[in-house]
């Protein structure tokens, strides 16, 4: 009955691209212009937009720093909820597999430059899930990972620490895990389809 | 011609000042929530910051034709509005191209981007946007009742359509405002004003919170870019408006930032007291309680 009512639907015209691209990516380099260039790089890192999408435990940490205790938006980094918009994913703590196909997805909606912060040992190494059945061990087999703070929990203070070291990477021009990312895009994928067993996702989609 | 090409350098550094102070106040406002939240706060050129950076994003992504002219259209919007209202009496510049009349195209231009953006917003084919321009339109159509028959109060009043001939009936001294002058209908003004600025507690439509950001859902980039320094001129252009109608204009620059600074402190302020309204307690709350205010203004001032 549910399989008829979704052929009907896509009889009537709707397609799936139309929804989503699942074209190949392309490298896109910076901006030639050395001043301009600077200047890019700049307002990328006094503005960062951080994903609203906690993956696990240490999502928790994630308040007290927008909140009067630690109060983020000083150094410009604010919370932002749609993928379109944010430049910032913190993977906080452990990724389960079922986690990861959404943060997959979430990532490759985000627009180029964007920025991947490891959170807690959970992503370094497995952290104290190494020897679990369901959450992946290295984050950056699946995704490119500019910044990881270590710890369990690492505490506000440590998280603000891992911002300025990317923001120290975005001044410099050497955060560049979006291009990263196009460029290895067939390794990562071979990667995430090796833990990911029920792979119903588009090659990429954006 | 020169004529011509005069009024558009005009038109030009009045857009200028008006996306400038529109940002700084944008800030300033951040900052002051901020405080009232016990933070520090950003700094007060981060929307500048904001918005090099959504210009500085290396892809974006588009849905379609409307959703390239949806962003257009808001600003356009923001711009026409600001456009057709005198920013200072008196000055040459700033005058802008108001014309005896305006006061209907005005209010048709405050509506006009949001349908743009409607459209826009709608074609991106993402349920949230769809859910966010429901409940905006609705709460700003409900808030346009009670400015309407505030504005048909004062042009009753004044005999005139002419925001240039309202401003100059207020002149010389604070007895002359409306405010001071006709306090009901500038009260119906003022409470549809806080249904129109979509601060807290009008501000269900963006709700951050449960549905991710309203109809801007899917606009990435540059398209962000054009929303955001709307957001800036159209904030400007309607507090302008305000000063105008209700507050006795300005006669210099200077006047003009201070007095629109106080009108926007307003629902700034009612913002950070007040949680947030459901879209149909707002829209009920503005059809009984302004709405009706607006009634009595009419019927004061008509009779």
């Given amino acids: 009955m549910e399989d008829k009512e979704i052929k009907n639907v896509m009889d009537e015209g709707f397609k799936p691209e139309d929804y989503f691209c699942d074209a190949r990516p392309k490298v896109v380099t910076p901006v030639a212009n050395k001043f301009v260039r600077k200047f890019y790089n700049w307002a990328q890192a006094n503005s960062l937009w951080i994903l609203a999408f906690g993956t696990g435990c240490g999502s928790i940490e994630l308040p007290p720093l927008y909140t009067a205790r630690y109060d983020v938006s000083r150094f410009g980094i604010f919370p932002r909820p749609t993928p379109r918009q944010a430049g910032v994913f913190i993977i906080s703590g452990y990724l389960s597999v079922k986690t990861l196909k959404r943060v997959i997805r979430s990532y490759e909606q985000m627009q180029n430059p964007k920025f991947v912060l490891g959170l807690g040992s959970c992503t370094v190494n497995g952290g104290m899930y190494f020897d679990s059945y369901n959450t992946i061990n290295r984050l950056d087999y699946y995704l490119p990972v500019d910044v990881y703070i270590a710890g369990c929990m690492p505490r506000p203070e440590a998280l603000i620490a891992g911002f300025n070291e990317l923001k120290k990477l975005i001044k410099e021009g050497r955060a560049e895990g979006a291009n990263k990312y196009v460029e290895n895009l067939d390794w990562y994928k071979a990667n995430q389809k090796k833990i990911i067993k029920d792979w119903d996702l588009p090659e990429y989609n954006w | ?303």
């Fill in chain 2, 1 to 303: 011609m020169s004529d011509i090409l005069i009024k558009i350098g005009y038109a030009l550094a009045s857009l200028f000042l008006i996306f400038n102070y529109g940002l700084l106040l944008i800030g300033v406002t951040m900052k002051i929530i901020a405080r009232v939240h016990g933070r520090i706060g950003p700094p007060i050129w981060q929307p500048y910051v904001d918005l090099f950076k959504s210009l500085s994003m290396r892809t974006s992504i588009s849905h379609g034709i409307m959703f390239y002219l949806g962003p257009v259209f808001r600003l356009a919007g923001g711009v026409g509005l600001y456009l057709l209202i005198p920013a200072v009496y008196g000055s040459v510049w700033l005058q802008n191209f108001s014309f005896s009349g305006d006061l209907i195209l005005v209010m048709y231009f405050i509506f006009f981007g949001m349908l743009g953006m409607a459209l826009g917003a709608g074609e991106s084919g993402h349920p949230f946007s769809a859910m966010g321009i429901m409940r905006g339109l609705s709460q700003v159509t409900a808030s346009e009742v009670p400015f309407a028959l505030a504005v048909i109060a004062l042009a009753a009043q004044h005999h005139t359509l002419s925001i240039t001939d309202i401003v100059a009936a207020q002149q010389g001294g604070i007895a002359h405002w409306n405010m001071i002058a006709k306090p009901v209908a500038t009260i119906a003004g003022r409470l549809a004003y806080l249904g129109m600025m979509m601060h807290s507690p009008f501000d269900v439509h963006m709700a951050p919170q449960e549905i991710p950001i309203g109809p801007p859902t899917e606009f990435n980039s540059s398209f962000l870019v054009l929303l955001q320094s709307n957001r800036s001129v159209f904030a400007g252009a309607k507090l302008v408006l305000f000063m105008n109608l209700f507050f006795g204009g300005a006669t210099s620059i200077l006047e003009m930032v201070v007095k629109t600074f106080l009108i926007f402190q307003f629902c700034v302020v009612v913002g950070v007291v007040f949680p947030r309204f459901k879209v149909e307690q707002s829209i009920r709350w503005l059809i009984k309680i302004p709405a009706m205010i607006g009634v009595l203004a009419v019927l004061i001032y008509t009779f």
